[in-house]
């Protein structure tokens, strides 16, 4: 994308600024063209403080879509920068590069050539494509997660919230012969979770356009093996329909929770009759694997 690019910047700490960047690319609609969080002094520690989330569009959006989308985050009013003349969303993509999650390699098309001769299972995804690159630590531990579980052997998968079907995407590579289901609530997702995974080879994962887990998608369970990298609200107000869907040694992975949100999260699942069989452990945003 080339010509003028307006680009939003907010400063904060850190824990603010991911999750902001998540409401950005998951639920805001249409999502940032491209998104970076980065050190404000790239010399210093990483800390929480001194961060800076840019998010760049082709067409600012309406502020108050942007506003709605970040409602209740602690955050200032965005700096507004019309840029010009320069491929702004290909130079934040290009600062990205390969993400190393588990048994995974991430990276987008610009970063081909450097996962060349590289150990790891190789996935492709564009990282101004719906939400899911690997770059946010919600999806790098679900990958993590992912890894963990690789005995598991599932017959049958499902992918909430699929968003870049990414998670669908690794489920393939590690169990070529499991039936992988992805629904996102969002149907351009649904398209770009279709193109990409296309673009990895992958024809036969089956994505819908859903919310939760529908008639139509639960006749096709029980799951082995259930993926839910959504919000902390949404996947509370979900335990009963997953628990019910899910086979009797079956796993859950669940993210995009913040650390805080954890016991809340913890407690839906074990009034639903799951719970935490191991996590993927981080300051912000852990991950919990449940099952019976």
């Given amino acids: ?28 609609f249409p999502p940032a063209d491209a998104v970076s969080l980065i050190k404000e002094d790239p010399t210093e520690e990483d800390g929480e403080s001194g961060w800076v989330l840019q998010a760049y569009f082709e067409t600012l959006p309406d502020m108050a879509v942007v506003n709605s989308a970040l409602d209740g985050l602690a955050l200032d009013t965005p700096e ?43 996935l492709l995804v564009e990282a101004n494509r719906a939400f899911g690159t690997g770059h946010h630590p919600t999806t790098s531990g679900c990958l ?10 599932p017959e049958k998968v499902l992918d909430v919230g699929t968003g870049s079907g990414v998670l669908a995407m690794a489920a393939r590579r ?39 887990i529908p ?29 019910a869907n899910l086979s009797e040694n079956g796993r859950v992975v669940l993210a995009g929770l913040l650390a805080r949100q954890e016991d809340g999260v913890i407690d839906a699942y074990k009034a639903a009759g799951l719970n935490v069989i191991t996590r993927v452990d981080d300051a912000t945003w852990p991950v919990l694997v449940v099952g019976r």
């Fill in 144 to 153: 993590v997660a992912l890894t963990g579980l690789r005995d598991l052997a």
């Fill in 80 to 122: 507004r920068e019309t840029l010009e003349d320069r491929d702004w969303v290909a130079e934040a993509l290009e600062g990205l590069g390969v993400v190393e999650a588990g048994a995974f390699l991430l990276y987008g098309s610009h970063d081909a050539d450097k996962i060349e001769g590289r150990d790891g299972l190789p």
């Fill in 215 to 243: 008639e139509e998608v639960a006749e096709d369970g029980p799951f082995d093996l259930i993926l839910a990298n959504i919000l902390a609200e949404p996947l509370m107000m979900l335990a009963p329909d997953i628990a």
């Fill in 1 to 28: 994308m080339s010509g003028e690019t307006e680009r939003l910047a907010w400063r904060g700490d850190r824990a603010s600024l991911q999750l902001a960047e998540l409401r950005l690319t998951e639920v805001m």
């Fill in 174 to 212: 590690l169990w070529e012969t499991a039936d992988i289901l992805g629904t996102d609530i969002d149907a351009p997702s649904v398209a770009i979770a279709l193109e990409n995974a296309h673009d990895n080879g992958i024809e036969d994962i089956r994505f819908f356009e859903a919310a939760g």
